[in-house]
């Protein structure tokens, strides 16, 4: 057993917070009767203040973030038989709501050394039945949405912009989750924002956002968000950049505490102005180390560490269209090791307490391998 077995625990936050804001947030809600309505007072306010933090004309609240990715293929009229490019690496849910409007994934590689989809790719993959793009920040990592969206306007299809994972992050000073035709959010329970389960669409298409209240609703809704669910997420909105800011901060830390590392090795920076946030810290394993060994390790160290996302990429290559040999995604799909985001709000000496045990595990495994 690596000696960091018998470590300390190390005081991470909780998730979700446990603020008295947002407590007294659905206490009022409760108190007032708000919560027994169909249009709160607290849905109407969360989707005045989304819409204003993330510079959309539009919000729609909904049940869940793989509910809002169903909608907004089919607020772009995403129809059966026709063709949507997603990264093959990305949240497996996006896939199935492709399969599930009838339409057909085409499969792209993620960027040599991340884990965002291909634009090069993207444009070469393009064909004539191809309506919309389905493309997902992943891991703190944004894929080129300025290029991305022009590409999509300039063919005439749409692109759908998965902004479930950087609520608050922005690319040239534009908020992810504004640049697609649509953009979707999550309110999942593991998100930057959470209410247990809960999602939105964003747009500034008008029609874009009429199509979604058509699709969403018949009138009641067929997967609303309560008022007691925004009640919960208001408070959250109120601190979401204060708290991103902290998140960056905490991944500063380790990337400067871990250079040098063979193991902890951060993803190139983006090659474009960007201010991301992290849902996970992550990181490539080199080839050669067992992920399970290394998760082992972190978790007896207290470090909450998982292997992100299980795929779709082995039953999906054998079905449809794929554009590229899809090894990055592989690499992705076996070797990124991530770090749940709770750990970024920790104070700064359990970030570095944090580092010293990942170098730990690193060297354990060394003298391993060498004995
Ligand atoms: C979590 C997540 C979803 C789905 O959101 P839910 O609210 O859990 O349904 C979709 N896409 C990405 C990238 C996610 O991380």
Same mark, same amino acid.
């Given at each position: 057993?690596?000696?960091?077995?018998?470590?300390?625990?190390?005081?991470?936050?909780?998730?979700?917070?446990?603020?008295?804001?947002?407590?007294?947030?659905?206490?009022? $809600?409760?108190?007032?009767?708000?919560?027994?309505?169909? =249009?709160?007072?607290?849905?109407?306010?969360?989707?005045?203040?989304?819409?204003?933090?993330?510079?959309?004309?539009?919000?729609?609240?909904?049940?869940?973030?793989?509910? $809002?990715? *169903?909608? /907004?293929?089919?607020?772009?009229?995403?129809?059966?038989?026709?063709? @949507?490019?997603?990264?093959?690496?990305?949240?497996?849910?996006?896939?199935?709501?492709?399969? =599930?409007?009838? /339409?057909?994934?085409?499969?792209?590689? &993620? *960027?040599?050394?991340?884990?965002?989809?291909?634009?090069?790719?993207?444009?070469?993959?393009?064909?004539?039945? &191809?309506?919309?793009?389905?493309?997902?920040?992943?891991?703190?990592?944004?894929?080129?949405?300025?290029?991305?969206?022009?590409? !999509?306007?300039?063919?005439?299809?749409?692109?759908?912009?998965?902004?479930?994972? @950087?609520?608050? /992050?922005?690319?040239?000073?534009?908020?992810?989750?504004?640049?697609?035709? @649509?953009?979707?959010?999550?309110?999942?329970?593991?998100?930057?924002?959470?209410?247990?389960?809960?999602?939105?669409?964003?747009?500034?298409?008008?029609?874009?956002?009429?199509?979604?209240?058509? $699709?969403?609703?018949?009138?009641?809704?067929?997967?609303?968000?309560?008022?007691?669910?925004?009640?919960?997420?208001?408070?959250?909105?109120?601190?979401?950049?204060?708290?991103?800011?902290?998140?960056?901060?905490?991944?500063?830390?380790?990337?400067?505490?871990? @250079?040098?590392?063979?193991?902890?090795?951060?993803?190139?920076a983006m090659p474009y *102005?960007?201010?991301?946030?992290?849902?996970? /810290? $992550?990181?490539?394993?080199?080839?050669?180390?067992?992920r399970d060994s290394v998760? !082992?390790?972190?978790?007896?160290?207290?470090?909450?560490?998982?292997?992100?996302?299980?795929?779709?990429?082995?039953?999906?290559?054998?079905?449809?269209?794929?554009?590229?040999?899809?090894?990055?995604?592989?690499?992705?799909?076996?070797?990124?090791?991530?770090?749940?985001?709770?750990?970024?709000?920790?104070?700064?000496?359990?970030?570095?307490?944090?580092?010293?045990?990942?170098?730990?595990?690193?060297?354990?495994?060394?003298?391993?391998?060498?004995?």
């Amino acid at each position: 057993m690596p000696h960091v077995a018998t470590a300390d625990p190390l005081p991470l936050p909780t998730w979700p917070p446990t603020s008295p804001a947002i407590v007294d947030s659905i206490r009022q $809600a409760a108190e007032s009767g708000d919560w027994g309505k169909y =249009a709160a007072q607290a849905s109407l306010s969360l989707a005045d203040r989304l819409a204003s933090r993330f510079a959309v004309e539009h919000v729609r609240l909904c049940a869940s973030g793989t509910a $809002a990715v *169903e909608l /907004a293929l089919r607020a772009v009229q995403v129809r059966p038989d026709s063709e @949507v490019i997603l990264a093959g690496y990305d949240y497996p849910g996006n896939i199935r709501a492709i399969e =599930a409007v009838g /339409a057909k994934p085409v499969i792209v590689d &993620t *960027e040599p050394g991340r884990w965002v989809i291909d634009a090069d790719l993207v444009e070469q993959a393009i064909g004539e039945s &191809t309506t919309a793009i389905l493309a997902s920040h992943l891991y703190g990592d944004l894929f080129d949405a300025k290029r991305l969206r022009e590409l !999509a306007d300039q063919r005439g299809i749409a692109l759908v912009e998965d902004a479930c994972q @950087v609520h608050g /992050a922005s690319l040239t000073g534009k908020p992810a989750g504004s640049w697609g035709h @649509v953009g979707v959010l999550s309110f999942g329970a593991s998100k930057l924002m959470t209410s247990g389960c809960g999602g939105a669409l964003l747009s500034s298409n008008d029609r874009i956002a009429q199509r979604a209240t058509l $699709a969403a609703g018949r009138p009641s809704g067929i997967a609303p968000l309560s008022g007691l669910q925004a009640a919960a997420l208001l408070p959250q909105l109120a601190t979401l950049d204060d708290w991103n800011a902290q998140r960056r901060t905490a991944v500063a830390r380790l990337k400067q505490l871990l @250079v040098g590392s063979r193991i902890w090795q951060f993803a190139e920076a983006m090659p474009y *102005e960007s201010e991301t946030t992290y849902f996970k /810290a $992550a990181w490539f394993l080199p080839v050669g180390v067992s992920r399970d060994s290394v998760i !082992a390790a972190g978790l007896a160290a207290g470090i909450p560490l998982g292997t992100g996302f299980n795929g779709f990429l082995r039953r999906a290559r054998r079905r449809y269209r794929t554009v590229g040999d899809l090894s990055q995604s592989e690499t992705c799909n076996d070797r990124s090791v991530v770090m749940d985001h709770r750990v970024l709000l920790a104070d700064l000496d359990v970030i570095d307490t944090i580092a010293e045990r990942l170098l730990a595990i690193e060297r354990d495994l060394e003298s391993k391998a060498d004995a």
